[in-house]
């Protein structure tokens, strides 16, 4: 224990649910290391396949980790702990991550720490670099998780202690931009290419449905159904009205979307009191949203925080700083351990 206080503690973190392989290092808070490889092969599938998505994962795993430990400029020897993504996401891949853990943990006499991707996922905005201004949000703030899998508001009371106050009940946010998208022939993953275009194009050319879900919840199934239907009337008048108006419609599908995920935020925080509020998750990349987010503290004196766009993405440096949290308060996994593909916050 001498031997680490004189080093400081310092994270392994793997991580591995879906289809980016990602190991990182994270020394007191501070990031030294984050190295994420990616898998171009589900592009022509439009889609992730699971099967191809874990046997990428046994490939990358052992070189990514390695090139981690290098950019960090550590020896495996001076690792204090490794945390690894326990779920939700792909069995196989979790499979993969959690494995490779338990036999580094293992082989170096070190804890094992397991942690919800979730979590990881709002813990971003608590990753220290070197030289750079820290500037979190406050406790209690209120978190807008948006990703391919999920859309959530959750009150964060500490590092550990969080609360889910409003989720979707059926489909995630970027689900809607990812499907959306197909159908309009974008490749995969399409929301980053529907951000691309919606800035050429005019937002309030086409309406889409609104749902209206009571309390906080979301609903984004309704949304998807509504695009799919309005494309296939109009191409049977036109059938080249997606080519022709592209832009007009990624842009009224993104405004659309944006707009209610922050009408529910906008109540959570008047229902709360909250003034604290900041954004997570792979969809919290987009241009849209972080715009018009921005646009809403400004006008309501909220202190908003958002993450670094390599911090949004799946990647071992959110996994790495909630095991530094965990291993601050002693919560470690046995290496009976295993992986789950759906779980709660």
Known sequence: ????????????????????????????????????????????????????????????????????LKRAGISKEEVSAVAFTRGPGLLGSLLVGTSFAKGFSLAAGIP??????????????????KDTKFNPPRFPFLCLLVSGGNSQIIKVHDYL?????????????????????????????????????????????????????SGLDYSFSGLKTNFLY?????????????EENKNDLCASLQHTIIEILLNKLKRAA????????ALAGGVSANSGLRSALKNEAEKRGWHLVIPKFEY??????????????????????????????????
């Open 1 to 68: 224990m001498t031997e680490i206080k004189k080093r400081g503690i310092t994270i392994l973190g793997i991580e591995s649910s879906c289809d980016d392989t990602s190991a990182a290092i994270i020394r007191d808070g501070v990031i030294l290391s984050n190295v994420v490889a990616g898998q171009k092969v589900h592009e022509e599938y439009g889609g992730v396949v699971p099967e191809l998505a874990s046997r990428a994962h046994q490939q990358n795993i052992i070189p990514v980790v390695d090139l981690a």
């Open 112 to 129: 094992l720490i397991e942690v919800n991707h979730l979590r990881g996922h709002v813990l971003a905005l608590f990753i220290k670099e």
């Open 161 to 213: 202690h969080m609360e889910v106050i409003g989720q979707t009940i059926d489909d995630a946010a970027g689900e809607a931009f990812d499907k959306c998208a197909k159908v309009m022939g974008l490749p995969y993953p399409g929301g980053p290419h529907v951000d691309r275009l919606a800035k050429e194009g005019n937002p309030h050319r086409f309406e889409f449905s609104k749902p209206r879900i």
């Open 230 to 242: 309005f494309l296939r009337d109009n191409i049977k008048e036109n059938n080249n009205f997606i």
């Open 270 to 277: 008047k229902e709360t009191g909250i003034k604290e509020i």
């Open 312 to 345: 949004t993405m799946d990647n071992a440096a959110m996994i790495a700083i909630t095991g530094y949290y965990k291993y601050l308060n002693n919560e470690f996994a046995a290496q009976n351990i295993v992986p789950f593909a759906r779980t709660q916050l």
